[in-house]
């Protein structure tokens, strides 16, 4: 059974809020462990509760310890070599967006010039705008070819 989606924002009641930073740290805590034994890595856990003076470490202290002060060793260049900061993730995000937007244009345009050529087909008449006689004619073009390769490929 699906779980309902959670709406984010701040938990007013204090029992209620300290609960539910109790069970997620919890549950955090175990998957880092299970992503740190499936995936052979080192993974370290904090959390500071509000108005807690100790964070919860995972998975020991002095393991943390040792965990941050190998990260804290590396070339800065190395430490920063995969991460990415908000900017870069949405350019990536819009860039991949436009390639899909673009994607679809093309698939669109391709069946409307399809369409096209089967009305012309059916019908016998040709379309009036000049634009869609020149996409027509690419369009054909194209088929034409392709079919010239596939014949060429089956008498071979």
Same mark, same amino acid.
């Given at each position: 059974? $699906?779980? &309902? &989606?959670?709406?984010?924002?701040?938990?007013?009641?204090?029992?209620?809020?300290?609960?539910?930073? &109790?069970?997620?740290?919890? @549950?955090? /805590?175990?998957?880092?462990?299970?992503?740190? #034994?499936?995936?052979?890595?080192? $993974?370290?856990?904090?959390?500071? !509760?509000?108005? !807690?003076?100790? *964070?919860?470490?995972? *998975?020991?202290? $002095?393991?943390?310890?040792?965990?941050?002060?190998? +990260?804290?060793? /590396?070339?800065?260049?190395?430490?920063?070599?995969?991460?990415? %900061?908000?900017?870069?993730?949405?350019?990536? =995000?819009? $860039?991949?967006?436009? %390639?899909?937007?673009? &994607?679809?244009?093309?698939? =669109?345009? %391709?069946?409307?010039?399809? +369409?096209?050529?089967? %009305?012309? /087909?059916?019908? !016998?008449?040709?379309?009036? @705008?000049?634009?869609?006689?020149? #996409?027509?004619?690419?369009?054909?073009?194209?088929?034409?070819?392709?079919? !010239?390769?596939?014949?060429?490929?089956?008498?071979?």
């Amino acid at each position: 059974m $699906a779980r &309902k &989606k959670v709406a984010l924002r701040y938990i007013r009641n204090d029992s209620a809020r300290q609960n539910t930073l &109790k069970k997620r740290s919890k @549950n955090l /805590m175990k998957k880092a462990g299970e992503v740190a #034994t499936l995936c052979n890595a080192k $993974a370290c856990v904090l959390v500071y !509760g509000e108005g !807690g003076t100790v *964070p919860e470490v995972f *998975p020991s202290h $002095a393991e943390a310890v040792a965990i941050l002060n190998r +990260f804290k060793s /590396m070339p800065e260049v190395a430490r920063l070599k995969k991460t990415m %900061d908000q900017e870069s993730v949405l350019t990536q =995000r819009v $860039a991949k967006l436009r %390639d899909q937007v673009q &994607k679809t244009r093309c698939e =669109r345009q %391709d069946r409307e010039t399809k +369409f096209l050529l089967h %009305d012309a /087909m059916v019908s !016998g008449r040709l379309p009036g @705008n000049i634009e869609e006689l020149t #996409t027509m004619g690419w369009k054909l073009e194209l088929m034409l070819k392709s079919l !010239g390769k596939r014949i060429a490929k089956m008498s071979r």
